[in-house]
């Protein structure tokens, strides 16, 4: 049996030193140390296998949080680990105690293609860190092959009316997906960070803001329009994402989806990542082509409809571990007295309990978020450097 951990983590703005990343939003290089020493804190902290990161906006900058965390878990180990020249140096608790650095892991990193490297206009991107390395090359997922068009049903009654569609050409971030060979399995692993729910609004040409944007004529129809926006952009991720989950599981292969998914786990984008929840019983249901009353599914299309789309769905880590434990609540961001999960770790059925077919199964899932703090009050001592995500980990037990 091979256990591992995998992990995910919005580390807040990651950059280097007096580099304008937002407008007006720099760190001095005293704030960029602490910030550093509070992300290999956490990395240490963590020691997971596989960590997939957002909001990176420099691979140089994430590249040197790595070094330090190698720095601090070799000193680590060097004070707590004793030698073989120490009698009780074999002591199942130093094995415990000892941290694995990251020397010999692999870091895919994936850039936004928006980021320009502009000042005060950039974009950040995500990555993943593998101690397991990655089986064929990362793929980065953002500008479609195809633009993305989604037409609109008229509604009954209104046959004939142009109902209209909704299209998109690019992601607001990139999607990373990777192989990971694991204990003799290859595992496909897809880190994310779909559309925030900030509005969006369109600026009119020749003046510099949106009209929405100015509170001071505060107008709450257009800022309802420009949260409709994000969230059509945010559930259209979704589905871009969903698809390429779709393909590998149809290949035969167990996935991992983790991420920002700037959404709760019971909200519309989650569900479209996640697939459907089976009907209890498609017995008791019209067939799709009734003619009568009595025109029902049987119980060979019940199993074979369930089958379908049991294969296909995803399944929260949070929840599985929910289910085991006597925890009943995790969370990964505070903001206004509102403290819910929009960080996931999603499992294909591969690692599901119940399914006869697994290969592994999750043991533990940890929520780092200690460092926490309403983003909404002015003094939160965290606000700016640490992350305003924790940070959640799953312990997977992957069968021989």
């Given amino acids: 049996m091979t256990e591992f951990t995998i992990a995910s983590f919005n580390v807040k703005n990651l950059i280097g030193p007096n580099k304008e990343y937002y407008e007006f939003q720099t760190y001095t290089p005293e704030e960029y140390a602490w910030k550093e020493d509070w992300m290999a804190d956490q990395l240490l902290t963590m020691s997971a296998d596989i960590v997939g990161f957002q909001e990176i906006f ?16 070799t000193q680590l180990n060097a004070a707590t680990v004793p030698d073989k020249s120490k ?48 089986a064929g090359d990362p793929e980065i997922i953002q500008d479609l ?36 060979p694991i204990g003799g399995k290859v595992i496909t692993v897809f880190n994310c960070h ?17 009209p929405e944007e100015d509170l001071t004529r505060y107008d709450p129809v257009g800022r309802a329009l420009g949260s409709l926006r994000s969230a059509l952009r945010r559930m259209a ?10 393909k590998e599981i149809s290949a035969g292969n167990p ?4 991420g920002d998914f700037n959404d709760g786990e019971h909200a519309v984008s989650s569900e479209i990542i996640a697939g459907e929840t089976p009907f209890k019983n498609y017995a008791w249901m019209l067939r799709h082509d009734a003619k009568a009353s ?7 299309q019940n199993r074979q409809i369930t089958e379908d789309i049991e294969k296909v769905r995803l399944h929260s880590a949070e929840k599985l571990f929910v289910r085991k434990s006597l925890r009943d609540m995790v969370y990964t961001s505070a903001f206004g007295g509102v403290f819910e999960s929009i960080d996931q770790l999603f499992l294909s059925r591969h690692f599901h309990p119940d399914f006869d077919g697994r290969i592994g199964e999750m043991t533990y899932f940890s929520a780092f978020n200690d460092h926490l703090t309403d983003g909404s009050h002015p003094e939160a001592p965290y606000n700016k450097l640490a992350s305003d995500h924790g940070q959640i980990m799953a312990h997977i037990n992957l069968s021989d």
């Fill in 194 to 210: 779909l559309k925030s729910k900030l509005g969006e609004y369109i600026r009119p040409a020749g003046v510099d803001f949106a």
């Fill in 294 to 300: 009595s025109d029902r599914y049987t119980e060979e």
């Fill in 87 to 134: 009698r009780y140096h074999r002591k199942v608790i130093f094995r415990k105690l000892s941290v694995e650095p990251y020397h010999d892991a692999a870091l895919a990193f994936a850039p936004n293609a928006a980021d320009t490297g502009v000042p005060g206009k950039r974009r950040p991107g995500v990555a993943i860190l593998s101690r397991f390395g990655f």
């Fill in 255 to 258: 996935v991992m989806v983790m």
């Fill in 145 to 180: 092959p195809q633009p993305l068009t989604i037409p609109f049903q008229p509604l009954r009654g209104l046959q004939g009316d142009d109902a209209g569609q909704y299209t998109i050409k690019r992601l607001s971030r990139p999607i990373l997906k990777v192989r990971i």
């Fill in 237 to 246: 991720e979704a589905w871009v994402l969903r698809a390429e989950i779709v």
């Fill in 58 to 73: 420099e691979e140089d900058a994430l590249r040197a949080v790595i070094e330090e965390t190698n720095q601090r878990a």
